[in-house]
C-alpha cells in the first residue's frame, strides 16, 4: 500500500467561551460553539426570514408566562452547558 493512502487527520482546535464570543463579535458570518469547536452557519435567505417571523408574531402571544421563551433564528447564543 502507499503512503500516499494515509492521511493525518489533525484534531479540530479547542476554543474557550471568551475567545468565541471575541471572535464572534468581529465576524460577519454566523457561528456555533459547541464544547469548544466553533462550527460555521449557513445564512438565511429572505423567503426563510419572512416565515420565520410570521411565525414568531403567530406565537408569541401564546407562550407569555415566565417559564416560555421565544427567540429569533438569528439570535447568538451559546449552547446551554458548553464547556468553557
Known sequence: MS???YQ??????RY????YLAM???SEERQEYINGEIIAMAGEKLPHG???VNILGILHPQ???????I???N???IEPGARR
Open 3 to 5: 503512503s500516499s493512502a
Open 8 to 13: 493525518i487527520v489533525k484534531p479540530p482546535a
Open 16 to 19: 474557550t467561551v471568551e475567545q
Open 24 to 26: 464572534e463579535r468581529a
Open 50 to 52: 419572512i416565515i420565520s
Open 63 to 69: 407562550l407569555k408566562g415566565p417559564r416560555c421563551m
Open 71 to 73: 427567540a429569533a433564528t
Open 75 to 77: 439570535s447568538r447564543d
